[in-house]
């Protein structure tokens, strides 16, 4: 089975319905971030990145939203499907740096 | 295209063991990372590359060796297994050093992950 995701925060929304998955980081100087959504027995897959630069940006379903005063990151997925069950990571890199940190995920829960 | 290829997807080492982790690629990426990843815990960088012949630690390299003689491969080397090493460890790579270029091209693509045991 799948130990990773033990202790995770978990976040379950019905079918059909927005989802907002939360992320604080840590470093006022990183300037790249990106959501990752990984799948049981898969790596990580990319979902959205932003730069310090911007304060939201949209795909497919998805948005990203950066609030650098209150180093808060979130993600917004639209009409949340079954697929979208999964762990989400966010990361951040400094600028000048080639160092990624991740945050500890968020487990998603959609209900039928 | 096959993107990140790991080999083995599972393994099991006994403490003391030595044994390499592969990694490849071809996207002709530049940049190439190993991440291992524990039970509440994120990802988490063992050590990472810019290029050929380049290679620099990460957050939590002691117990690996990495090297890079090529742009395809990125091999991570265990030389002495101890069971705080159990884990999943993924490899990932991108197309550019994170710290230039458009955002888009900073996305690390990850590999399926090989989960280690280390009894």
């Known amino acids: 089975g799948e130990s990773v995701g033990l202790h995770l925060p978990t976040l379950s929304v019905q079918e059909g319905d927005n989802s907002i998955i939360n992320c604080a980081y840590s470093?006022?100087?990183?300037?790249?971030f990106i959501w990752y959504k990984q799948e049981s027995g898969k790596g990580p897959q990319f979902i959205i990145d932003i730069r310090s630069n911007m304060d939201k940006r949209q795909g497919q379903r998805v948005t990203v939203l950066l609030n650098k005063t209150v180093k808060h990151l979130s993600l917004q997925i639209a009409a949340t499907q079954p697929g979208d069950s999964a762990v989400y990571f966010c990361?951040?890199?400094?600028?000048?740096?080639?160092?990624?940190?991740f945050g500890t995920g968020t487990r998603l829960k959609v209900l039928a | 295209n096959a993107g990140v290829t790991q080999t083995p997807k599972f393994q099991v080492l006994k403490t003391g063991q030595s044994m390499t982790l592969q990694c490849a690629q071809d996207?002709?990426?530049?940049?190439m990372s190993w991440y291992r990843q524990d039970p509440g815990m994120g990802l988490r960088l063992i050590h990472y590359?810019?290029?050929?012949?380049?290679?620099d630690q990460g957050e939590v390299p002691n117990g690996y060796n990495v090297s890079r003689s090529t742009t395809e491969d990125f091999p991570l080397r265990l030389l002495s297994a101890a069971p705080s090493q159990t884990s999943v460890y993924f490899c990932?790579?991108?197309?550019?050093?994170?710290?230039?270029?458009?955002?888009?091209?900073?996305?690390?693509?990850f590999g399926a992950g090989t989960r280690l045991s280390v009894l």
């Open positions: 990361a951040e890199k400094a600028s000048g740096t080639y160092k990624y940190i």
């Open positions: 990932a790579s991108s197309y550019s050093t994170p710290s230039g270029g458009a955002v888009s091209k900073n996305i690390q693509y």
């Open positions: 996207m002709n990426h530049e940049y």
């Open positions: 590359s810019v290029g050929a012949g380049i290679t």
């Open positions: 470093n006022s100087a990183s300037d790249y």
